[in-house]
């Protein structure tokens, strides 16, 4: 197949898009000790460049709906690989030529642009893409993001358990190749938008239209549904099982992604024969049950599979709320794409927060916090059931 001329090294590409956005999300927290121990920042202040990446790809979600259509999609694709990569190295050498802190914060500052563009673009690319299964090409296409996080924590943890924690530069700068490899790749395969379809919508228009602040909604309770877990499920694995932080990190992230990814390719195989939302409601079910038995049940090990049960009911919901939203407002354009992406992220952040609040208020807690959450998929589970009325009338 020709690169230049097939779709499907587009959809590959974009694959490895999402594999970039889980490297900037989840390399740095692997680090956090080690960043501790090297430079003797203390924790609380490492903890912060997880809310600043996050922080900075909100901002870059909130205004890249003026700028990608004037530079151009291809030249923010390949430049928000080449930022991804760029931070990654900066994270391996800043510390060491500036104060340790503010070089990890400004490498963490340049590869969360790159992960807030990588995270506008890539489900637009694909979704524009000439293929028939719109809905279970989306869903495939975000299981990478999955894989790529239990990649990133097995081969990461691996590799420091080898050759050694003094050996962290090179491993950042080993996985800095990856985006690299990736932004040449999009600067070879064809590209298509959404607004060959037809002119998108303005932002004011968009933003007249009912049903996409239902969308909106949606999209902000996927991301709190998953995230208010998976960001926890280090320490629930931790403080349930009394195990290590790595093994820790191994089964609750891992564990949770894994059956997250699953999920997502159950229904890229399967979505022609699967109405999407019924899909979402039945997720969303499946989350308030998961949440329910890793908040209230006695046992650890249930817990523990009630957690990964969560990864597999929240799989579906983000890539499914992004083809929804496509197939019901078809020039919604970046615009769209963009403002669902800062709900979503919103989510990401508010999730974990709330439960954080919650479990201390509690005296840490955690299982208050997790039962409190149960309030994110029941919204999702709402908003479903509303825009499942609305497409039937």
């Excluded at 090409?137 to 975000?142: A, I, K, R, Y």
């Excluded at 064809?190 to 303005?202: Q, R």
């Excluded at 979505?271 to 908040?295: H, P, Q, R």
Aim: glycine share 10%; net charge positive; aromatic share 10%.
């Amino acid at each position: 197949m020709a690169i230049k001329t097939d779709p499907r090294h587009t959809i590959y590409a974009s694959y490895g898009g999402y594999i970039t956005q889980a490297i900037v999300n989840n390399l740095a927290p692997l680090l956090f000790l080690i960043f501790r121990d090297s430079f003797g920042i203390p924790l609380e202040q490492i903890t912060l460049l997880v809310t600043f990446n996050f922080l900075v790809q909100l901002i870059v979600d909130l205004i890249s709906a003026k700028f990608v259509d004037r530079i151009g999609w291809r030249r923010c694709l390949v430049a928000a690989h080449i930022f991804a990569a760029a931070g990654l190295v900066g994270m391996a050498l800043l510390p060491s030529i500036l104060p340790p802190f503010a070089g990890l914060l400004i490498s963490v500052t340049i590869y969360a642009v790159g992960g807030g563009l990588t995270e506008v673009l890539i489900s637009p690319v694909v979704e524009a893409c000439p293929t028939d299964n719109k809905a279970g090409v989306m869903s495939l296409l975000h299981s990478f993001y999955c894989w790529g996080t239990v990649a990133v924590i097995l081969l990461s943890t691996l590799f420091l358990h080898i050759f050694g924690k003094d050996s962290w530069r090179i491993l950042t700068l080993i996985w800095a190749v990856f985006p690299l490899l990736v932004a040449a790749y999009f600067t070879q395969v064809p590209l298509y938008t959404l607004e060959e379809h037809g002119e998108s919508l303005p932002i004011r228009k968009l933003c007249s239209i009912r049903i996409f602040w239902l969308f909106v909604v949606l999209m902000f309770a996927a991301g709190a549904s998953e995230q208010a877990m998976s960001q926890w499920a280090s320490a629930f694995a931790e403080s349930g099982l009394g195990i290590s932080k790595t093994m820790g990190d191994l089964l609750g992230p891992c564990i949770f992604s894994v059956l997250m990814g699953s999920a997502r390719v159950f229904y890229g195989k399967n979505s022609e024969k699967v109405d999407l939302n019924t899909f979402l409601i039945g997720s969303g079910v499946l989350c308030v049950g998961a949440y329910l038995l890793a908040s209230l049940s006695q046992s650890p090990v249930l817990s523990l599979v009630g957690c990964g049960i969560c990864g597999l009911s929240v799989g579906i919901l983000w890539p499914g709320v992004y083809s929804l939203a496509a197939a019901q407002i078809p020039r919604g354009g970046t615009a769209m794409f963009a403002l669902l992406a800062l709900a979503g992220d919103l989510g990401c952040s508010g999730g974990p927060t709330v439960v954080g609040f919650v479990s201390g208020a509690f005296d840490g807690e955690l299982k208050k916090g997790l039962f409190f959450a149960i309030a994110f998929p029941i919204i999702m589970i709402i908003g479903a059931l509303i825009q499942r009325r609305c497409r039937k009338t």
